[in-house]
């Protein structure tokens, strides 16, 4: 009798719980059909918005249904159905949902007309379910903001070069933190890391480190130029990064599948021969 009290007590609650409330329309697949409801958003962290715009869109037909989640039995006295034997309380063993909790029962009912009373007793339209799975941060996605490209350091600073001499270059490896929206609704923090480094020389020679380099005394990562000429040190930045989705209940930082490139070339510079003269005294 007490499950069968809290079962009247929730149908009560739901008369001030009438289609015409702005609620936002949801979308449950059940075997194969797709369905518009008023019961709560499936995506975690999201319950309880509203779109009363979207409500006022409903078509004619949609308006004949009410949809409830429930985990305690819906079936009243004018359903075609009394409660199973076991009520559906708890998500079945089977069940393992991979985002977030297990969503409670779908339960329908039916009126003649919009303007009528739901008569019709309150039936189960589908069972437990897991929540919509989150939206992934893709690689696309990523390559899509704006990542301010890391500054190409030399040494000498600003020439001339010698010729046969190395030339130092290092960049500083810093991390940025970036915000954005994926798909015009969620909010995304995404956290990018440079993790290598391709230097082109200008002269046909390119080089690739896992390491950024470091200034002088440090000869980490050097070049030197063969023929005097006018040349300009061109950097390509390879990012990795993770993100994290307002709507994920678990606040959890995941990795984004690819990675993204920046560029920033330094200033030009000249190449030049250094010759030593004997003189007379």
């Not at 319950?47 to 305690?72: C, F, I, M, N, V």
């Not at 490139?261 to 007379?280: K, P, Q, S």
Request: hydrophobic letters at 35%; proline letters at 10%; one cysteine or more.
């Amino acid at each position: 009798m007490g499950r069968r009290s809290a079962a009247a007590g929730a149908l009560a609650l739901l008369s001030a719980w009438a289609l015409a409330s702005p609620a936002l329309a949801d979308e449950t697949s059940v075997d194969g059909d797709t369905v518009r409801t008023t019961a709560e958003l499936q995506v975690p962290g999201r319950r309880g918005h509203s779109d009363p715009e979207r409500t006022a869109e409903a078509s004619e037909a949609e308006k004949l249904w009410q949809y409830q989640r429930s985990e305690l039995c819906l079936y009243t006295p004018a359903s075609p159905l009394p409660c199973p034997p076991a009520d559906p309380t708890e998500p079945p063993l089977s069940l393992h949902c991979d985002e977030g909790e297990p969503i409670a029962p779908l339960w329908r009912r039916a009126r003649d007309a919009t303007d009528a009373e739901f008569r019709y007793g309150w039936t189960l339209y589908a069972g437990w379910s897991c929540p919509r799975t989150l939206p992934v941060f893709s690689q696309e996605d990523l390559r899509l903001l704006k990542i301010e490209p890391l500054v190409v350091h030399q040494q000498p600073a600003e020439g001339p070069m010698l010729l046969n001499k190395p030339v130092i270059v290092y960049v500083e490896p810093v991390e940025r933190d970036l915000r954005t929206v994926l798909l015009g609704t969620y909010g995304v923090d995404v956290h990018v890391k440079p993790v290598r480094y391709t230097w082109d020389f200008g002269d046909g020679t390119t080089l690739t480190t896992s390491a950024p380099g470091r200034p002088y005394p440090a000869f980490d990562v050097t070049h030197m130029y063969e023929e005097p000429s006018t040349r300009q040190i061109t950097l390509t930045t390879t990012w990795t990064a993770t993100y994290r989705l307002d709507d994920d209940p678990t606040h959890r930082w995941r990795d984004v599948p690819g990675t993204a490139t920046t560029t920033d070339t330094g200033i030009e510079f000249e190449i030049i021969e250094w010759r030593t003269h004997l003189v007379d005294e």
